[in-house]
């Protein structure tokens, strides 16, 4: 399993379980959490999924809710939690209507705006700054088509 | 997901357990590969539904770290796969602690169930908060390596 023999058989072979494992998940949650944008083409047989909103910007409140854009255009989320214009929310919801999600559970991301670029960009640094310190440990053998120990 | 500086000191702190350097880079390397695989499957494939979600689960640790393992010295594999897969679960564990409204920080059994695992300890644009807690654990992990490598 861990030997050189049949190396490339072996790298293949795991790609292959690997698409085949995400093609697989990827077509299950997509049927079970179908994307807000799916709502611009609402049917009955959606009601019972859910809908997963991360960090979207609250655009306009109204009576029933909220207004958030999509790519499809504007979506209303229909809640009676307390929002206002700008706010970052997470909600989970389910399909209400046509353009329209009702939220089940909602959370405000206070500081969403500088929090998740600093994430991203110090886990850049972060990656970048680790892998160029243990470059050393390892070195690359393209020939071999496989890294090899220094050591 | 959590910045990756916490899940370098994740991986970090038990990684003092391992001699060898370049199985040591191995631990903290797995601890990366859910958020880089992840994510690169995510721009490559140009299609968010379940990458992220495939490589924080069991199947895609495994898979994934032994598909990395095939990538270092043979001798290396075995140890390798171990730590890299030991990585990469200190990473789903990391992820976990956030709260995702019930909906879950992973999907473990995927893809088999669909249902979402989580501690929901810490909502997760706040995980950036711990940065100050993570460099102070550097600091003193570095300080105690340092001050082990003077005792030998």
């Not at chain 1, 050189?4 to 790609?15: F, H, M, N, P, S």
């Not at chain 1, 306009?60 to 809640?79: E, Y």
Request: glycine share 8%.
């Amino acid at each position: 399993m861990f030997s050189d023999r049949g190396w490339l058989l072996k790298v293949a072979a795991t790609l292959g379980l690997l698409a085949l494992v995400l093609s697989v998940s990827r077509r299950r949650i997509a049927i079970e959490y179908p994307h807000i944008e799916q709502m611009a083409f609402f049917n009955e047989s959606m009601r019972e999924r859910r809908v997963l909103l991360w960090g979207y910007k609250v655009r306009a409140l109204d009576a029933t809710g909220f207004q958030i854009n999509t790519w499809v255009g504007p979506m209303q989320v229909l809640s009676t939690h307390p929002v206002a214009v700008g706010d970052y929310v997470t909600v989970v919801a389910r399909p209400a209507g046509y353009r329209s999600v009702e939220a089940l559970r909602l959370q405000i991301n206070e500081g969403f705006g500088w929090k998740r670029p600093l994430n991203y960009g110090l886990s850049v640094l972060v990656l970048i700054g680790y892998l160029w310190l243990v470059r050393r440990r390892f070195r690359w053998r393209i020939q071999d088509g496989v890294l090899r120990g220094k050591f | 997901m959590a910045d990756l500086l916490t899940h370098f000191v994740a991986a970090r702190v038990p990684g003092t357990l391992v001699r060898d350097g370049r199985l040591q880079a191995l631990l903290v390397i797995g601890t990366f590969l859910p958020d880089i695989t992840g994510k690169g499957l995510y721009w490559v494939l140009d299609n968010s539904t379940g990458s992220q979600l495939v490589t924080h689960s069991i199947a895609g640790i495994l898979l994934i770290s032994y598909l990395a393992c095939l990538f270092v010295e043979e001798s290396l594999r075995r140890p390798g796969f171990l730590l890299l897969a030991a990585g990469m679960a200190i990473h789903v564990l990391v992820d976990m602690t956030k709260d995702n409204l019930g909906a879950g920080a992973a999907m473990l059994f995927l893809p088999f169930s669909l249902r979402g695992q989580e501690f929901g300890w810490i909502d997760p644009e706040n995980v950036v908060l711990l940065v100050p807690i993570d460099l102070a654990i550097l600091a003193v992990l570095w300080f105690l390596e340092r001050r082990g490598r003077r005792v030998q």
